[in-house]
C-alpha cells in the first residue's frame, strides 16, 4: 500500500512537538528528558476538558499538532485511534471503587471504554466518517498505521491516525509495563500533496528479529507500544533512511519504505 505523510504530531517527555522530535532523530539536538507538561486540547470545551482523561486529552492534543499542519479539515478524515491499553488508569480506578464504596462514577464508566479518546475528538470535530478504535499490547502501533493505511488506499480518504499510551497504575503496570505518557498523530493521504512530508510504501513481512531501539530512547519506553513508532517516524527526519521495520506481532513486521 502507498499513502503519503501529510503531517505530524507529537507529545512525550522530553519531545513536545514534531519540530523538536525531528532534530533528535536527525542528530541535530541531544535528547534531554523532560516530564511532560498535562496536555490541554483547545478544541475541547473546557466543561468536556473536566470531565475528560488525561489519556483522552493526551490523544486530542497531538491531533491537534497534526491538524495544525495541514491543509485538510477533520471533517473531510477518517479516524483510527490505537493504544497499548487506553484506559488502564480509569479501569484501575474503577475496580478500585467496585472493591471499596462500590459506588461508581458515571463519568469514570464513559470514560473507561476504549474509544473514549475518538468519541470525544469526533465530537469536538464534528468528524462523521469512520472512527476506528485498536487495541493490540505491544504491537497497537503497526496495527493502527496498517489500518489507517488500509482505510486511507481502499475508501480514497484522508486518515488521521492517532496512537498513545499513558502511564499504568500497579499492579496493572507489572503485567503491562507502560510508565510513560506518549502520543504520535499522522495524518495519511492516498495520494500525494505538495505539502507531503513523505510517501510511504507499507506492507507485512515475516518478523526480522528482535525490535532494535534508536539508542536515545531511554529503557523504560521500551514497553510503550507508541514509541515503536519512531521507527516509522526516523524516515521522516533523515533523507537519506529509506526503509523501517515496526513489529506487528511475534511473526510479522511492518515494512515502511520511503519512496
Known sequence: MR?????????????PDWKATKAVLAGELA??????????????APAERRRSSPTV???ISAAEQALGQTSLAPQDMAMVF??????????????????????VSPTQFHNSVHNAPSGYYSIAMNAKLAATSICRGEW??????????????????PVIY????????????????VIEPTAIALVLTPNASSNALATWDISINPRTGVTVWQEWIPPAWHANACARGFAALDLLAHSLRNVATVPLSPELDLKVIRC
Open 82 to 103: 490505537s493504544s497499548y491499553e487506553a484506559a488502564g488508569v480509569i479501569t484501575h480506578q474503577l475496580c478500585e471503587a467496585l472493591a471499596g464504596s462500590r459506588e
Open 31 to 44: 535528547y534531554v528528558e523532560a516530564a511532560l507538561e498535562p496536555p490541554q486540547p483547545g478544541c475541547l
Open 140 to 157: 497497537s502501533f503497526a496495527a493502527g498505521l496498517l489500518s489507517a493505511a488500509a482505510q486511507a488506499v481502499a475508501d480514497n480518504v
Open 57 to 59: 486529552r493526551l490523544a
Open 162 to 177: 492517532v496512537c498513545y499510551d499513558s502511564p499504568l497504575p500497579s499492579p496493572v503496570c507489572e503485567v503491562m509495563p
Open 3 to 15: 499513502v503519503s505523510i501529510d503531517a505530524v504530531g507529537i507529545l512525550a517527555p522530553g519531545l
